[in-house]
């Protein structure tokens, strides 16, 4: 209560200087305008004497001069009339209170002097008068004055009366106001702060919530709120790292986390810098009406990658594509991020529509994606998308190359199959870089990589690299296969490296993974969440279902969505029984729509959900509820939660990691995952129900099998699945691969020239 009052207090004190300063203005202002009527009002009468005298005075008539002022005395404001001589004695005297006149005031010496009228305030007898004086003239030549005074007592009466009105105005502002600010300043701030005081404590001793309660908005306290919710997130994850690691540490367990890499990382690269390029950002700046708003993609990529930035103040290149990305960088197209508390450096390159059109859209992912996957679908490749690609490589090869200017020895981390010809034109600019290159699609055997008319520049350019990273090992002994078939090179099979033109590149695999999230023991809430999660959504779809099943995908030909929805057909019209029960969830996320054979996808996969809920629909359940419009992380691990059975069908993927998201989301130990064998985390996640996925009678069986389940069964399963991605998490794979990199030996320092 003090500081409300002292609040208040100088809050009255201030009200109450500022009133009563302006109403002192106000009434000067006031003084001198009375004052300016009282002289223009004498001016006016003596004026008029001036004209009813000077013939009397020229022809030294003083009876008719003494006529002439009486016939104006009569005004009650005048206090007396007189007339001097040259002299400056009275002739003549007329008025109730003449005695300010007995003596010449020196208005009218100055007005007989100067031959102008004169005025001044006096005091007489403690009251105020004002003399107004005009000169008086015989022969033309200034023989005397005349002078006029009125009562100026009213003036002084009047502004009295105005400034004790002030002051009585003052008050009742005061007495009105304090009050009204006192509630006020309790309730927007001191209430408030009081509220965030008692919460940053119960944070700082371990208890409370971590979401701060919620403040009036204003601009002071909405900044102080994100500030201090900045401040307790990182107490919040301070806390919950030390704890972890204390834990891990207790029991011995060697788990890699976000903190844990970062140590590691910072030891290893010694305070040297990484260097990123992707063809993603991990943060996109898109306008919300007229102002840029953070936009954070959802994205595996981001979530394996960012921890090695933030670990070493590293640097991010990728495309900068929405709408805003432009208005916030730099002049050098850089800004640091994450926003919340800036780490490292985001360095975005532009493109082109045409630029985009061919190396995004064409090259890489009407060529490469279809040649990498093999999915049936026929590869483009055009030669004007080929110069394109060429054409985005060498733009961010010199972004990458202005980067690191200044930087000795630096470390080049190069995602995806966009950059295949980024290693050997970085090389080739920095042989002192050490460069690695993660491919995450898989690579095909060789047969079908020959299709592509430029698979030898492919190969020698990711044969700059110094380490070349896949998925699996099938992947990486296609691409030593196809080293053979595309280039000359000495291919050491036994240590997995190939050497062109002096320099040499080992191939490794490593699995990416995901996040996992740390959690106690099973509790039974956890076990009666998936049916109210069930609940939650069915009721949200205008869906009844008394199980779900989920499928997470881009709306991508690889993914397998016409095969699942037949299996789905299948398993309805084999097992009737789970007819108006089963409902499979399929999350279709639109991807590359600007693409022809996207947009024809789309169209088909729709149209068969259509199709199949059409035969089997009943009331409110249908068999297929399609989902097409993107869900972020929170979204989709709700239904994971509620999904009895995860459905993955990939026809080709290089791991897939809805399949591994989902065991992570399985704290409670349940539910099943079906699994395609050409998705590479088949590889790990072995007791998944593996199929075929172009065997529509064996998915529809593993999705019957999937539904039966013991809970004995799914436990035990899931159980082995989570310890496997609990343990090659993703800190694990970025662990693995920056090790490798940052182990390579860079001796030859000339630039190297493909051959």
């Given at each position: 209560?003090?500081?409300?009052?002292?609040?208040?207090?100088?809050?009255?004190?201030?009200?109450?200087?500022?009133?009563?300063?302006?109403?002192?203005?106000?009434?000067?202002?006031?003084?001198?305008?009375?004052?300016?009527?009282?002289?223009?009002?004498?001016?006016?009468?003596?004026?008029?004497?001036?004209?009813?005298?000077?013939?009397?005075?020229?022809?030294?008539?003083?009876?008719?001069?003494?006529?002439?002022?009486?016939?104006?005395?009569?005004?009650?404001?005048?206090?007396?009339?007189?007339?001097?001589?040259?002299?400056?004695?009275?002739?003549?005297?007329?008025?109730?209170?003449?005695?300010?006149?007995?003596?010449?005031?020196?208005?009218?010496?100055?007005?007989?002097?100067?031959?102008?009228?004169?005025?001044?305030?006096?005091?007489?007898?403690?009251?105020?008068?004002?003399?107004?004086?005009?000169?008086?003239?015989?022969?033309?030549?200034?023989?005397?004055?005349?002078?006029?005074?009125?009562?100026?007592?009213?003036?002084?009466?009047?502004?009295?009366?105005?400034?004790?009105?002030?002051?009585?105005?003052?008050?009742?502002?005061?007495?009105?106001?304090?009050?009204?600010?006192?509630?006020?300043?309790r309730w927007r701030f001191t209430d408030p702060l009081a509220r965030m005081t008692t919460w940053l404590h119960s944070l700082r001793i371990g208890g409370g919530d971590h979401e701060l309660p919620a403040l009036?908005?204003?601009?002071?306290?909405?900044?102080?709120?994100?500030?201090?919710?900045?401040?307790?997130?990182?107490?919040?994850?301070?806390?919950?790292?030390?704890?972890?690691?204390?834990?891990?540490?207790?029991?011995?367990?060697?788990?890699?986390?976000?903190?844990?890499?970062?140590?590691?990382?910072?030891?290893?690269?010694?305070?040297?810098?990484?260097?990123?390029?992707?063809?993603?950002?991990?943060?996109?700046?898109?306008?919300?009406?007229?102002?840029?708003?953070?936009?954070?993609?959802?994205?595996?990529?981001?979530?394996?990658?960012?921890?090695?930035?933030?670990?070493?103040?590293?640097?991010?290149?990728?495309?900068?594509?929405?709408?805003?990305?432009?208005?916030?960088?730099?002049?050098?197209?850089?800004?640091?991020v994450p926003p919340d508390r800036p780490r490292y450096t985001l360095r975005r390159v532009w493109m082109t529509p045409e630029q985009e059109r061919g190396y995004y859209y064409g090259f890489s992912n009407e060529?490469?994606?279809?040649?990498?996957?093999?999915?049936?679908?026929?590869?483009?490749?055009?030669?004007?998308?080929?110069?394109?690609?060429?054409?985005?490589?060498?733009?961010?090869?010199?972004?990458?190359?202005?980067?690191?200017?200044?930087?000795?020895?630096?470390?080049?981390?190069?995602?995806?199959?966009?950059?295949?010809?980024?290693?050997?034109?970085?090389?080739?600019?920095?042989?002192?870089?050490?460069?690695?290159?993660?491919?995450?699609?898989?690579?095909?055997?060789?047969?079908?990589?020959?299709?592509?008319?430029?698979?030898?520049?492919?190969?020698?350019?990711?044969?700059?690299?110094?380490?070349?990273?896949?998925?699996?090992?099938?992947?990486?002994?296609?691409?030593?296969?196809?080293?053979?078939?595309?280039?000359?090179?000495?291919?050491?099979?036994?240590?997995?490296?190939?050497?062109?033109?002096?320099?040499?590149?080992?191939?490794?695999?490593?699995?990416?993974?995901?996040?996992?999230?740390?959690?106690?023991?099973?509790?039974?809430?956890?076990?009666?969440?998936?049916?109210?999660?069930?609940?939650?959504?069915?009721?949200?779809?205008?869906?009844?279902?008394?199980?779900?099943?989920?499928?997470?995908?881009?709306?991508?030909?690889?993914?397998?969505l016409l095969e699942r929805f037949r299996a789905v057909e299948r398993l309805m019209d084999q097992y009737p029984e789970f007819q108006g029960h089963f409902t499979l969830a399929q999350i279709g996320a639109p991807?590359?729509?600007?693409?022809?054979?996207?947009?024809?996808?789309?169209?088909?996969?729709?149209?068969?959900?259509?199709?199949?809920?059409?035969?089997?629909?009943?009331?409110?359940?249908?068999?297929?509820?399609?989902?097409?419009?993107?869900?972020?992380?929170?979204?989709?691990?709700?239904?994971?939660?509620?999904?009895?059975?995860?459905?993955?069908?990939?026809?080709?993927?290089?791991?897939?990691?809805?399949?591994?998201?989902?065991?992570?989301?399985?704290?409670?130990?349940?539910?099943?995952?079906?699994?395609?064998?050409?998705?590479?985390?088949?590889?790990?996640?072995?007791?998944?129900?593996?199929?075929?996925?172009?065997?529509?009678?064996?998915?529809?069986?593993?999705?019957?099998?999937?539904?039966?389940?013991?809970?004995?069964?799914?436990?035990?399963?899931?159980?082995?699945?989570?310890?496997?991605?609990?343990?090659?998490?993703?800190?694990?794979?970025?662990?693995?691969?920056?090790?490798?990199?940052?182990?390579?030996?860079?001796?030859?320092?000339?630039?190297?020239?493909?051959?």
């Open positions: 209560m003090r500081t409300p009052l002292i609040i208040a207090s100088v809050l009255a004190v201030s009200v109450a200087v500022v009133s009563l300063s302006f109403d002192r203005f106000q009434a000067a202002r006031q003084r001198q305008l009375l004052r300016d009527d009282l002289r223009a009002h004498a001016a006016v009468l003596a004026d008029s004497a001036q004209d009813a005298v000077e013939p009397y005075f020229e022809k030294k008539t003083d009876a008719s001069i003494e006529r002439a002022l009486k016939r104006i005395t009569g005004r009650t404001d005048v206090k007396g009339i007189a007339v001097y001589d040259a002299k400056g004695v009275p002739i003549v005297q007329s008025g109730r209170a003449s005695a300010p006149l007995t003596v010449q005031p020196a208005a009218a010496a100055r007005a007989l002097t100067s031959d102008v009228a004169a005025g001044e305030f006096v005091e007489f007898d403690d009251s105020p008068v004002f003399v107004y004086a005009v000169p008086l003239h015989r022969d033309n030549k200034a023989a005397g004055s005349l002078a006029v005074a009125v009562d100026a007592a009213g003036i002084d009466a009047r502004v009295a009366r105005t400034m004790w009105e002030s002051v009585a105005n003052a008050g009742v502002q005061v007495l009105l106001t304090v009050p009204v600010m006192l509630l006020v300043v009036p908005q204003a601009p002071v306290l909405n900044e102080l709120h994100k500030e201090v919710t900045h401040l307790a997130r990182d107490l919040g994850a301070a806390r919950a790292i030390a704890e972890r690691e204390a834990h891990l540490r207790e029991t011995q367990v060697s788990l890699w986390t976000a903190e844990r890499l970062r140590v590691s990382l910072s030891k290893k690269l010694k305070d040297r810098p990484v260097f990123v390029v992707s063809n993603r950002e991990p943060y996109m700046h898109s306008f919300a009406g007229d102002v840029p708003k953070v936009v954070v993609p959802a994205s595996g990529l981001v979530t394996a990658l960012e921890p090695v930035l933030l670990a070493c103040n590293g640097t991010w290149i990728a495309h900068g594509s929405a709408d805003a990305d432009r208005v916030v960088v730099d002049d050098h197209d850089r800004l640091r060529g490469l994606w279809p040649l990498c996957h093999i999915a049936h679908t026929r590869p483009i490749f055009r030669p004007e998308d080929w110069e394109y690609y060429q054409e985005v490589n060498r733009i961010f090869a010199e972004a990458a190359l202005e980067e690191m200017e200044g930087t000795t020895s630096p470390i080049l981390l190069v995602q995806d199959y966009h950059f295949a010809l980024l290693p050997r034109l970085i090389k080739k600019a920095r042989p002192d870089a050490r460069v690695a290159i993660f491919w995450h699609v898989p690579w095909p055997n060789p047969e079908v990589f020959s299709i592509c008319p430029f698979a030898r520049e492919l190969v020698d350019g990711l044969l700059g690299a110094d380490l070349i990273g896949f998925h699996t090992q099938l992947h990486c002994n296609n691409f030593l296969s196809s080293v053979d078939r595309s280039v000359e090179a000495l291919t050491e099979w036994d240590r997995f490296a190939v050497t062109r033109l002096g320099h040499t590149t080992s191939v490794r695999p490593y699995p990416i993974s995901v996040a996992f999230p740390e959690a106690g023991e099973p509790s039974r809430e956890l076990f009666t969440r998936e049916a109210s999660e069930r609940a939650a959504i069915c009721e949200q779809l205008g869906i009844e279902a008394s199980v779900l099943g989920v499928g997470v995908d881009r709306i991508d030909y690889t993914k397998g991807s590359r729509t600007e693409i022809d054979r996207y947009q024809r996808f789309l169209e088909e996969v729709t149209a068969e959900a259509e199709r199949i809920n059409a035969r089997f629909r009943r009331g409110r359940w249908r068999p297929i509820a399609w989902l097409n419009r993107h869900h972020t992380h929170e979204e989709i691990t709700r239904y994971f939660r509620a999904a009895s059975v995860c459905v993955v069908t990939s026809l080709h993927d290089g791991m897939n990691l809805v399949a591994k998201e989902y065991v992570a989301a399985r704290d409670d130990n349940r539910g099943a995952l079906v699994l395609s064998t050409f998705a590479g985390a088949a590889l790990e996640l072995t007791d998944a129900l593996l199929v075929n996925p172009y065997d529509i009678q064996q998915v529809a069986l593993a999705l019957r099998r999937a539904l039966e389940m013991t809970d004995d069964d799914q436990r035990d399963r899931m159980r082995r699945m989570r310890h496997n991605v609990r343990e090659n998490n993703i800190y694990r794979w970025a662990a693995n691969l920056m090790t490798d990199l940052a182990d390579v030996r860079v001796d030859r320092l000339e630039p190297v020239t493909a051959a």
